[in-house]
Each structure stands twice: as C-alpha cells, then as structure tokens.
C-alpha cells in the first residue's frame, strides 16, 4: 500500500496504518528528518495515549501508556547504537516478547535482531511537505 500525506492529514493516515496492520511491530525506514517521529505520534495518539511523544534518540527507548497507566507502546531509536550487541544488552528481546505496539525507528541498524512479523513502513521525501509511505 503506498500513501502521499502531509502533515495535516496523520490523524487519517495514522487510522489508516492501524486498521492495516496484523502485527503490533512496525519498523521505520526513512531518511533523517523525513517525519519518523512525527508519525509515531499520530498512531500513538490515534491509539489512546496522550503521553508527549518525542524521539529516544538518546535513551533509546520510550515507553507510552494509556490515561489509564496500561502499558501501550515502546518507541525505539536505535540510530546512536554502535552495533546490535547494544540493542541485546538492554533487553530488545523482551520488549519485543511484550504485547505492547513496538515502534522502532533506525531498524536499519539491527538488520539481524528485527522479527519476521514485523511492518516495514517506508516513508520518502516528495517535497518540504509531502511524504510518500509504503506498507510492507
């Protein structure tokens, strides 16, 4: 599936993405400052959570919850590690064993750690505005 939006329209691509998805894994590929966390905050947003989304470039790992304090998500930034002993190190397995949704941004960078049920979404820069995304 391959969608063009700019930023006006998230809240309906980020419904669209959900109502896609058969997986909670969703991997993003793009290049820097294509939108990535952008779009992490409309899904999470879209899923229920008004927890303040912002990239974990330097924790690595943000964790999002429900009003309700029920674990919703983890948001992943793996573009500082070095190399996927790193992402092992602090318990990527685990995370990804949870139910939550999994948003992982830079997966790039942990090509051998990635699981098979995961997305693939791939979002290319049109113009200043305008992305295109691919479902994979």
């Not at 909670?24 to 290049?31: E, G, R, S, T």
């Amino acid at each position: 599936m391959e969608l063009i939006y700019t930023e006006q329209d998230l809240p309906s691509i980020a419904r669209t993405i959900l109502e896609y998805m058969d997986s909670k894994i969703l991997a993003f590929y793009a290049p820097m400052g294509a939108g990535k966390t952008t779009l992490i905050k409309a899904l999470v947003r879209e899923l229920g959570s008004t927890d303040n989304v912002s990239s974990p470039t330097f924790g690595i790992v943000n964790e999002y919850q429900l009003d309700n304090g029920e674990l919703l998500a983890y948001h992943f930034d793996f573009y500082r590690l070095k190399d996927e002993t790193e992402a092992l190190d602090m318990g990527l397995d685990d995370y990804l064993q949870s139910n939550a949704w999994i948003f992982m941004e830079w997966p790039e960078k942990i090509p051998n750690l990635t699981p098979e049920n995961m997305h693939t979404l791939k979002i290319e820069i049109l113009d200043q505005k305008t992305r295109k995304l691919r479902l994979v």
